[in-house]
């Protein structure tokens, strides 16, 4: 018998998975729920320090228990592609999901379909927008939705997934179980307190078996349009302040009071020190005549860029008893790094699926409808955070990350971080220094060798993606975003920002 099979034999009586290195490495298996909120700048949490109007005490709490990582970053500056590289592990530009209006690939192995195999049980909450595909012209009003698509068959066992007042829905928030699900639902009130109900729900699901693990993903709209004055919080904001800025503000004061919520009921289940928590924003706020109240200062740039306002986000992680509390982690780190942590605790590290013709949700029914599950299309792209955060393991999780956009891409080798806009001159920023990235910050003329060598990576990593290449040309709506925000030259006879605090902020 060879030592591998022996290795193999031993994990299967132990309940280990086995290291990349080929020793037997006992699973955690901790539950694992992720937080996703909707165009929420990276300045509006308490703990940021950026705004005093900002009061998030649950969430300042959860990041006391944990680690902040200063500089979180998601795959892409928009809903869609950021929400499909955190639930795959995987850029979202190796399967053809560049942009909102793109929906997810049936065939793209899920977060949730990979910890199946580890016995996960999995659900969803909220904002889904995987299965949204705009029309040939783009028009919002001709967008559609397409079933076959839908959590449910993308890993979900169970899920109550839409985004204001109406969801499909496998339970009622009652945890009464649909026998005809997917069923269409509405609900009245703030739909952040909804969102919250049905993840408290799931948890209730879980207190008769709590040996079994499960991921559930929040994924609160929310500071997101349509805002909303949601009581108490509106009340609680300065009365000075712009309308919208109250709302956001109040809005993200209901997801606050959510994770306390889902906190305390985590303690009450005895599951607090064995639930793993990330906090996350799906991109930065929109700015300008889109604002939604949200704030990314002092980052310039937000939704749709990919300067530091559009991809660095709110980014907390908390695991009380496993990461260390108190923590400010200042290195690069990102959204993919989610499911590479969550699969490497679970044992299944980034082991290929097995397809499962058997695989049955909650409700008794195949959640996948029959669809095969193939290996994964690409390894993951994430990194394991633990051994980083425990000190186990010495660098940085990352040396280069890299994004695409629509006409914009960009690399960064911390400090230094790159822009491609289209066909335009390149940019080359020192992240770290006070210019940050605006027109006196770029380095592009005086750091010409670091500017190549970098171009060079971005080049080799976009020539893998689907389609291949870096963008051509630059859109011009976006060309006058980075001029709005003084990233680059405003065009004759039109002004830049110069990147100043916008409306609302003190």
Same mark, same amino acid.
């Given at each position: 018998?060879?030592?591998?099979?022996?290795?193999?034999?031993?994990?299967?009586?132990?309940?280990?998975?086995?290291?990349?290195?080929?020793?037997?490495?006992?699973?955690?298996?901790?539950?694992?729920?992720?937080?996703?909120?909707?165009?929420?700048?990276?300045?509006?949490?308490?703990?940021?320090?950026?705004?005093?109007?900002?009061?998030?005490?649950?969430?300042?709490?959860?990041?006391?228990?944990?680690?902040?990582?200063?500089?979180?970053?998601?795959?892409?500056?928009?809903?869609?592609?950021?929400?499909?590289?955190?639930?795959?592990?995987?850029?979202?530009?190796?399967?053809?999901?560049?942009?909102?209006?793109?929906?997810?690939?049936?065939?793209?192995?899920?977060?949730?379909?990979?910890?199946?195999?580890?016995?996960?049980?999995?659900?969803?909450?909220?904002?889904?927008?995987?299965?949204?595909?705009?029309?040939?012209?783009?028009?919002?009003?001709?967008?559609?939705?397409?079933?076959?698509?839908?959590?449910?068959?993308?890993?979900?066992?169970?899920?109550?997934?839409?985004?204001?007042?109406?969801?499909?829905?496998?339970?009622?928030?009652?945890?009464?179980?649909?026998?005809?699900?997917?069923?269409?639902?509405?609900?009245?009130?703030?739909?952040?307190?909804?969102?919250?109900?049905?993840?408290?729900?799931?948890?209730?699901?879980?207190?008769?078996?709590?040996?079994?693990?499960?991921?559930?993903?929040?994924?609160?709209?929310?500071?997101?349009?349509?805002?909303?004055?949601?009581?108490?919080?509106?009340?609680?904001?300065?009365?000075?302040?712009?309308?919208?800025?109250?709302?956001?503000?109040?809005?993200?004061?209901?997801?606050?009071?959510?994770?306390?919520?889902?906190?305390?009921?985590?303690?009450?289940?005895?599951?607090?020190?064995?639930?793993?928590?990330?906090?996350?924003?799906?991109?930065?706020?929109?700015?300008?005549?889109?604002?939604?109240?949200?704030?990314?200062?002092?980052?310039?740039?937000?939704?749709?860029?990919?300067?530091? +306002?559009?991809?660095? %986000?709110?980014?907390? &992680? =908390?695991?009380? *008893?496993?990461?260390? @509390?108190?923590?400010?982690?200042?290195? #690069?780190?990102?959204?993919?790094?989610?499911?590479?942590?969550?699969?490497?605790?679970?044992?299944? +590290?980034?082991?290929? %699926?097995?397809?499962? &013709? =058997?695989?049955? *949700?909650?409700?008794? @029914?195949?959640?996948?409808?029959?669809? #095969?599950?193939?290996?994964?299309?690409?390894?993951?792209?994430?990194?394991?955070?633990?051994?980083?955060?425990?000190?186990?393991?010495?660098?940085?999780?990352?040396?280069?990350?890299?994004?695409?956009?629509?006409?914009?891409?960009?690399?960064?080798?911390?400090?230094?971080?790159?822009?491609?806009?289209?066909?335009?001159?390149?940019?080359?920023?020192?992240?770290?220094?006070?210019?940050?990235?605006?027109?006196?910050?770029?380095?592009?003329?005086?750091?010409?060798?670091?500017?190549?060598?970098?171009?060079?990576?971005?080049?080799?990593?976009?020539?893998?993606?689907?389609?291949?290449?870096?963008?051509?040309?630059?859109?011009?709506?976006?060309?006058?975003?980075?001029?709005?925000?003084?990233?680059?030259?405003?065009?004759?006879?039109?002004?830049?920002?110069?990147?100043?605090?916008?409306?609302?902020?003190?």
């Amino acid at each position: 018998m060879t030592t591998r099979l022996a290795l193999c034999l031993l994990s299967a009586l132990c309940g280990c998975s086995l290291g990349h290195d080929g020793s037997a490495a006992k699973a955690i298996r901790p539950n694992i729920l992720l937080i996703y909120t909707d165009d929420h700048g990276w300045a509006d949490l308490g703990v940021q320090g950026v705004d005093q109007d900002v009061r998030t005490p649950n969430l300042d709490r959860l990041a006391d228990d944990g680690v902040v990582f200063e500089r979180g970053y998601v795959t892409a500056p928009q809903c869609t592609p950021s929400r499909a590289g955190v639930l795959t592990g995987m850029y979202q530009n190796r399967f053809g999901v560049e942009r909102n209006g793109i929906p997810m690939p049936s065939e793209v192995v899920t977060l949730p379909e990979r910890l199946k195999q580890a016995g996960y049980v999995s659900g969803i909450s909220g904002k889904w927008h995987l299965d949204v595909e705009a029309s040939s012209n783009h028009a919002p009003r001709r967008n559609r939705f397409l079933p076959e698509l839908l959590p449910h068959r993308q890993g979900f066992d169970e899920y109550f997934t839409g985004f204001l007042q109406d969801y499909i829905a496998s339970h009622a928030l009652d945890g009464t179980p649909f026998p005809d699900a997917p069923r269409l639902v509405s609900e009245e009130g703030c739909r952040v307190v909804i969102q919250t109900e049905a993840a408290l729900s799931f948890l209730e699901r879980r207190e008769p078996n709590p040996e079994q693990p499960w991921f559930f993903y929040l994924a609160y709209t929310a500071p997101h349009f349509p805002l909303e004055s949601p009581e108490p919080w509106f009340s609680q904001t300065p009365e000075d302040l712009p309308v919208k800025r109250r709302q956001a503000l109040a809005m993200i004061g209901a997801i606050d009071d959510g994770v306390g919520r889902l906190r305390e009921k985590l303690r009450a289940m005895g599951q607090e020190q064995n639930t793993l928590i990330f906090f996350i924003g799906d991109n930065g706020a929109p700015l300008g005549a889109g604002w939604d109240g949200s704030i990314n200062w002092p980052m310039r740039g937000g939704k749709n860029m990919l300067s530091e +306002g559009g991809i660095r %986000v709110p980014f907390v &992680a =908390a695991w009380p *008893g496993h990461i260390p @509390a108190g923590r400010v982690y200042e290195r #690069p780190v990102i959204s993919l790094d989610v499911a590479a942590t969550a699969l490497a605790l679970s044992g299944m +590290g980034s082991q290929p %699926v097995v397809p499962d &013709a =058997a695989r049955t *949700g909650s409700l008794g @029914a195949d959640p996948t409808g029959g669809k #095969p599950i193939p290996p994964a299309p690409s390894p993951l792209d994430g990194v394991n955070l633990m051994p980083f955060l425990t000190g186990e393991k010495p660098g940085v999780p990352h040396e280069t990350l890299y994004w695409r956009w629509m006409s914009q891409a960009a690399v960064q080798e911390f400090p230094w971080k790159l822009i491609a806009l289209g066909d335009r001159e390149r940019l080359l920023f020192d992240v770290t220094h006070p210019d940050g990235e605006s027109v006196s910050g770029n380095l592009i003329a005086t750091q010409p060798a670091i500017a190549a060598r970098l171009e060079a990576k971005l080049e080799g990593w976009c020539d893998t993606l689907e389609p291949p290449g870096l963008p051509a040309s630059f859109d011009r709506n976006q060309e006058k975003l980075f001029a709005e925000h003084g990233i680059i030259a405003a065009p004759a006879g039109a002004a830049g920002s110069g990147g100043s605090k916008p409306e609302g902020s003190r």
